[in-house]
């Protein structure tokens, strides 16, 4: 067991979880930056629909490249995958920085998305085989809230300090600073275990393996649908304008950090159960509140802070029961998440048209509860001893 452990740690190293978290980071950043590079393409008169293609072609992008990873995860070099990522990158921002034609930028973006997806899938492989996933994936999630903070208060300062093509520079120097660092990786997934805390999941674990893969379908329905049309349920259930609905937004993203600090704090120490059922439970009395609760502005910030929380917790502990029931799944759980995401917008935009506020938030309890359903039911109640 001594052996196991020491064999581990050195396969889940510092620097080499470091480096997969910027790989992941780098890789989203597109996706999680989305308003903004809407913003630096305004002088191009592109129409509505043209900017949601290409959002949809990167996202699709982003989905195809990580579940790639099903398939080379355990047969590929991952130094390999992830310098051949990194290259097409670069170019293709590089694209986005000298042609302002549409076709090019959507070839690119897609482009962009495929080799982001494709790092998604070496950062779920390595982190398959951690001895604290959840702690990892606390980490990369505080990180990236904080990106997303500094791009909702300050968009168009960090667009004039940058410039019009700036955000593509920006995306295009970090992945050219990944490039040298790769050799940073493990060649690839541990051979029969042996590095790895994990063995490989058995044919009797199939059932709860996708049945928590599938979770992640209605557990996205519920934080992109609330989100999406967060404005319009500011609107009907706390009556704020456009700006204090924006404030409001900014002020919730800043403490869903919490979130990710609580997962980091109890990774490992009350096993997955209890946790996942706590943050459901949060999120539908939550929800329960903002249906049947105050309807003044403070309350709604409160309620919309605290769905946030949970809606982060549980992101980290869903990524960490899969891993525990079937870690050769991680790669995915972002496809299905980037269906979920459309998925979930447009089942939220058509409830809250024809069934109103409390019919949106009605669909958000039962996506939740089915969330619950699908991941309760097929978790231990405490880790395994290791």
Known sequence: MNLSVALSRRFDTFPRIAYVNGLFIIGTLGTLITPAMFESWIPFNWTPTQLGLLAATELAGLAVGSLSGLYWQRRWNWRQVTLGALLPAVA??????????????????????????????????????????GRIIAITTFIQIGIEAIFIFFTTSVLELLGGSGLFVLMT??????????????PGWPADGTESVREFSHKHESLRAYAVLLSFLPFIVVQTGVYTFLGEIGHQAAHLNSQQTLHTIGVSVLFS??????????????????????????????????????????????????LQIGWIFLNCYLYSALIEVNNLLVPAAMPLATFGSALGASAMGYVLEHDGLIGSLALAVGATTLTALLTIPFIHSAEQPT
């Open 173 to 186: 120097v970090l992945c050219a600073l990944l490039v040298p660092f790769v050799r940073v990786l493990p």
């Open 257 to 306: 950090a919490l979130g990710s600090v609580g997962a980091y704090l109890l990774d490992n120490r009350i096993g997955l159960k209890l946790p996942i059922a706590g943050a459901i439970l949060l999120m539908i009395g939550t929800l329960f509140g903002m249906m049947f609760g105050s309807r003044s502005a403070a309350m709604f910030l409160l309620y919309i802070a605290l």
């Open 92 to 133: 293709a921002n590089l694209v986005c920085i000298l042609r302002h034609d549409f076709a090019a930028v959507c070839m690119a973006r897609g482009i962009v998305g495929l080799t982001g997806g494709c790092l998604c899938a070496v950062y779920s492989a390595m982190l398959a085989n951690a001895k604290s996933p």
